[in-house]
């Protein structure tokens, strides 16, 4: 990918320099040092620069490696709330055992390094991982013009990660642009497994033959209408209809279904794709899709995305005719979606490798207990810096 787009002009995420850090005397730990104004309890390697983001789930800041050549830049995401809520608790060790598992692919968020703190107010989980500044939401809605090149090589780097989330039977559940770093180089990172799933059936639990996952997932305007009306089974398609909503968000540079609520969604959808057929409805083995569309509403007739996109490549709108579907068994797999030829200029094999094995999602069962997942977690963070501390001393 030699192309790379200039992305100065694209803000920075949330961006909040702290320009008097004060390291607090509370720290006993000599190894150890605390940034108040962000209740970050890190190594004292870790100089804090920005806060990039905060929410409920947790806090990310940028921060520099003042112990290692170079200085290098890292983000440090603590994961907040997570010993007493066994919701978050589970995520936490989901999102942990993914972001390791994944480790190394280059359109994956690379996890640097973990730690677990137990101290309140600094409690939570540290996970280190490398520093992309920008998400491609930030990138699409900036001043930054793209070439037609650069939006296939966009999809082609999600398209190379999610191949490699894919081919180890897991979901990610809520791809969106928001989840989507982007390097100033234009190398693209899919990040927050926060809600991914595994789909492996071999690692079910035996008197569960299929995975205990809510549909209420995924950011709305790019949720797949089989996750909003609850059919029956679903699976990897919910990936692709959000790679389809992102395809076409980098050509309107605006999402392409924007509803304010679930129903609202789902009519949005219907206004581009048109009514689905009741051959359509009742394959979603749903009440919730029976309800919505037995009731007397418009009837609305299929658009052709030239009427959106009059300027697009016409193997970008077959893509997103077979992305952006109705059934769910008609829409393109990864595999399928690579082979378009809307992405020729920018494929390289070399940059689609697979996983070796399937993902083990068997710790969902096998941990039960608020205090047997708290053990997991200690240990999964354990074993990760023991084989970092291996790497390093082979290196």
Aim: with cysteine.
């Amino acid at each position: 990918m030699n192309d790379a787009i200039p992305l100065t002009e694209a803000p920075l995420r949330h961006s909040l320099h702290f320009q008097s850090q004060r390291k607090s005397s509370f720290a006993k730990d000599p190894n150890k040092t605390v940034y108040e104004k962000v209740n970050f309890y890190v190594d004292s390697k870790y100089e804090i620069i920005n806060m990039l983001g905060k929410g409920s789930y947790g806090t990310v800041c940028s921060a520099i490696n003042s112990k290692a050549n170079g200085k290098p830049s890292l983000a440090i995401k603590k994961v907040c709330n997570i010993f007493n809520k066994e919701v978050l608790l589970k995520r936490a060790i989901r999102e942990l055992k993914l972001m390791a598992f994944f480790k190394g692919h280059r359109n994956i968020i690379n996890l640097i390094d973990l730690d677990i703190v137990y101290i309140k107010p600094y409690d939570g989980l540290y996970c280190f991982q490398e520093l992309v500044e920008y998400d491609l939401a930030k990138v699409i809605h900036s001043s930054v013009q793209f070439s037609e090149y650069h939006i296939q090589s966009f999809i082609y780097q999600i398209l190379c990660g999610l191949k490699y989330i894919h081919s180890a039977d897991v979901i990610h559940r809520d791809l969106k642009p928001g989840n989507i770093l982007v390097t100033s180089q234009g190398v693209l990172k899919i990040c927050d497994f926060g809600l991914a799933r595994g789909i492996n059936e071999n690692f079910l639990r035996f008197s569960h033959r299929s995975p205990a996952i809510t549909h209420y997932v995924a950011t709305r305007w790019y949720r797949a209408p089989e996750l909003i009306l609850s059919r029956k089974g679903y699976g990897k398609p919910v990936d692709m209809w959000a790679v389809g909503c992102i395809l076409g968000e980098l050509y309107g540079r605006r999402p392409i279904f924007i509803g304010d609520n679930q129903m609202h969604q789902i009519n949005e959808i219907c206004k581009i794709i048109g009514t689905p057929s009741r051959k359509v409805v009742l394959s979603y083995e749903s009440g919730a899709a029976w309800d919505f569309f037995c009731n007397s509403r418009p009837n609305y007739e299929k658009k052709d995305w030239v009427e959106l996109f009059p300027h697009t490549n016409p193997y970008a709108r077959d893509m997103l005719s077979k992305l952006i579907c109705w059934e769910v068994n008609n829409r393109l797999t990864v595999g399928q979606a690579l082979e378009s030829p809307f992405l020729i200029k920018v494929r390289n094999y070399d940059e689609e490798p697979v996983a070796k094995e399937p993902f083990d999602f068997s710790f969902e069962w096998n941990s039960t207990s608020i205090e047997e997942m708290k053990l997991l977690l200690h240990n999964e963070v354990e074993n990760f810096k023991s084989r970092l501390h291996t790497q390093f001393n082979k290196e």
